[in-house]
């Protein structure tokens, strides 16, 4: 792990990751709110890729918790049956849209208390859902984050909610909406678990991790 970076260091970082990408986005497909909440509880152990392509024809046909209680749980487990999983994600799919159709009047609620309520959402699909959707600064702490922050140092913990506490403790406030999909973006395409691309790495200068594949 290494040490948590200072203040102008990470200010530096995140100024080039806005210069590189002024509003990053999301990989997952969505078209609502209500979309938004099923493909990150769909992407649990699975790929983006592989969510949207499970969800581009479910969406078509289920994208309010109304057509989805319709389509019913073997309707759902048909579209998405190529992912990991699915038979327990889609029983969580019907009994959160039940949920939002009786509690909630079908919308998608705004908090983070009850939306971890709801079966197969945890506190990362919340915290995606809230900064995607209602543009709250919440961070959505995944394997990528995890990792690069004791890489870097940016955000260094010892599990997921220390390296949340220290990205809303340490990143300057004007980052904090998009700081995530900063972190999750590098994390999937240039500093990588195994192989990290260093050599294109743009905070190369800034990074105490030392290249292994030199």
């Not at 203040?7 to 990408?21: D, G």
């Not at 959707?133 to 702490?141: G, I, L, N, R, T």
Request: hydrophobic share 40%; charged share 20%.
């Amino acid at each position: 792990m290494a040490k948590q970076l200072d203040y102008a260091t990470i200010n530096e970082i995140f100024t080039r990751f806005q210069a590189s990408e002024p509003e990053p986005k999301g990989e997952l497909n969505h078209t609502n709110a209500y979309t938004l909440v099923v493909a990150v509880a769909l992407s649990a152990q699975s790929t983006d890729v592989g969510v949207n392509k499970a969800t581009e024809k479910l969406f078509q046909i289920a994208d309010t918790p109304q057509k989805m209680l319709a389509l019913g749980e073997e309707g759902v487990i048909e579209h998405i049956k190529t992912i990991g999983l699915y038979r327990n994600k889609a029983k969580n799919v019907i009994k959160l849209s039940q949920i939002l159709v009786d509690q909630y009047g079908g919308e998608v609620p705004s908090s983070r208390a009850a939306l971890v309520s709801l079966p197969g959402v945890g506190r990362k699909t919340a915290n995606v859902v809230l900064n995607m959707w209602w543009h709250h600064p919440s961070q959505a702490v995944d394997t990528h984050i995890f990792r690069i922050g004791n890489r870097t140092g940016i955000c260094p913990g010892k599990d997921v909610d220390a390296v949340e506490r220290a990205i809303e403790d340490h990143i300057p406030v004007a980052f904090q909406h998009h700081a995530h999909h900063w972190l999750i973006l590098h994390g999937r395409y240039v500093c990588k678990a195994r192989k990290p691309i260093c050599g294109n790495c743009l905070i190369r200068d800034l990074c105490p991790f030392e290249d292994k594949n030199l």
